[in-house]
Structure formats: structure tokens, C-alpha cells
């Protein structure tokens, strides 16, 4: 049992190497539109999400697990409360998907760390206002768009795509509020690129939008994606679904 519970400890330390530092979160907008389609983060090695919830809410994500070549190791999963203490864990075998539905017993942001490995992780988030937390997320394949807030007075910010060029390569597409593209980079001749971004005024304070897509050559396999020093840490499915610092 005290295996076990130092285990369930390291993992709840894995919220501040994710880029979640505990602190109290709130939803950046009202009660959400319903999801449209079947959107996904695409995941290897080690994903953490938050969920601002009250006593009785649901934490819902769906959870599918894939092999990646000879990688089928199986999926792990831990559910922390607002205390760090464990709520629920699972492990989930590839080519599975799990639907997880789990109670809130305490008001606060719950924390749901996933450890996939070398396997790739499909991360479907259904509560109404929950974000993939991490300034830097390593990523797998295609996943859909992904939405980040960019906080008023934010002048410019820097996006910075890295990929195991020239064999392995990814294209970042950055949209602004309205959807027009902000910036177009691409690995392969680098495997580090930057997107430098001037925000106009009347864009900050608002969701902005990226695409990770096939680069022109390569394959799209790993990547990550980083936000500079001046965005909040926090990725959602759609714009009225981000979670932000409480006041």
C-alpha cells in the first residue's frame, strides 16, 4: 500500500513539470456551445488536463489508446482533486476507448495525468470548460485545431514548433480571433522554427487558434509545440471551453 500511494504521489508531481502549478483556475467564458464533431489531442509520452469543477459536477473525457508501430504498451490514467489526493485511476489497453464520467467530490480544478509512453494517446475533453495544461505539449500525428487565450495587453508572443527534422516534420498554421492566418512555419531544412506574432489590439484578449498539419516533405510523426513566457499554459477544443487564473 505505501508503493502504491508514493507511486499516485508521482504522479500528482507531474503537474508542474506539465506546466499546471496548482493554482485556482476559472472558465474564460460562459456556458459553452456544444462540441462540434469529434475533436482529439494527439499525445505521446506524458499529458495533463484541468477541469475547474464544483461538488457534483462531472470530470468526462474520452480516452483512446493506439499503438505506434511496435509501441502497444497500454495507457495510464490518474484523476487528482483540488487536494492532490487520488479520485480514480485506470489503465487502458491500445486500440481501446474508455469513457470516463467521474464525480466531483470537492469544488476546485481536478487534474487528469495521462502517461502513454511510446504509445499515442486520443484525448477527447467533454466537461464544458477543461484544457490540456503545458507550455510545451509533445504531440503525435494529426490532432485537431487547438485553441489558446492570449491576454489583453499582449503586444506579441512567439509560437516555437520542433520536430526530429529532416524525417519527421510538421507544419504550424496560427490563426487569429477572426481566422486569419497570423503566421505559417514549417520543420525540415530546421528542426526548430519560430513563429513570431504582432497582435493588433482589437485581437488580445481573445482565443487564437493552431493547426499542426504535414509539413511539405517528411512525415508527420513527433513534434511539440511551445507558447512563450506571455500566454497562460492552457489549450482547449474550441475558444469558449478555455480555463484561466481565477480573480
Same mark, same amino acid.
Given at each position: 500500500a505505501r508503493c502504491a500511494a508514493v507511486a499516485d504521489r508521482s504522479w500528482a508531481q507531474l503537474r508542474q513539470a =506539465? %506546466?499546471?502549478d496548482g493554482a485556482p483556475r476559472r472558465p474564460l467564458a460562459p456556458q459553452p456551445a456544444p462540441l462540434a464533431g469529434a475533436p482529439a489531442f494527439s499525445l505521446r509520452h506524458e499529458a495533463s488536463f484541468v477541469a475547474p469543477l464544483e461538488v457534483g459536477q462531472r470530470f468526462r473525457a474520452k480516452l483512446a489508446a493506439r499503438?505506434? /508501430?511496435k509501441a502497444v504498451a497500454p495507457v495510464q490514467w490518474r484523476l487528482f482533486g483540488p487536494d492532490d489526493r487520488l479520485v480514480e485511476k485506470g489503465q487502458d489497453a491500445? %486500440?481501446?476507448t474508455v469513457d470516463l464520467d467521474i464525480a466531483a467530490r470537492q469544488a476546485g480544478v481536478? !487534474? !487528469?495525468v495521462v502517461r502513454? %509512453?511510446?504509445t499515442r494517446a486520443l484525448v477527447t475533453l467533454l466537461s464544458p470548460h477543461a484544457a490540456l495544461a503545458g507550455r510545451t505539449v509533445q504531440m503525435i500525428s494529426q490532432t485537431s485545431p487547438m485553441f489558446f487565450h492570449v491576454p489583453a495587453g499582449t503586444a506579441r508572443f512567439q509560437l516555437t514548433l520542433r520536430s526530429p527534422a529532416p524525417g519527421e516534420t510538421a507544419r504550424l498554421r496560427v490563426l487569429d480571433p =477572426? /481566422?486569419?492566418e497570423a503566421a505559417l512555419v514549417q520543420t525540415g531544412d530546421r528542426p526548430e522554427v519560430v513563429a513570431a506574432i504582432k497582435v493588433p489590439r482589437? =485581437? =488580445?484578449g481573445r482565443a487564437w487558434q493552431v493547426r !499542426?498539419?504535414?509539413a511539405d516533405r517528411g512525415i508527420l510523426e513527433d513534434y511539440s509545440l511551445s507558447l512563450d513566457a506571455a500566454l497562460p499554459g492552457f489549450w482547449s477544443h474550441a475558444p469558449d471551453r478555455l480555463v484561466g487564473p481565477a480573480p
Open positions: =506539465a %506546466g499546471y499503438p505506434v /508501430g491500445t %486500440g481501446r481536478h !487534474l !487528469l502513454s %509512453g511510446q =477572426a /481566422g486569419r482589437d =485581437a =488580445a !499542426l498539419e504535414r
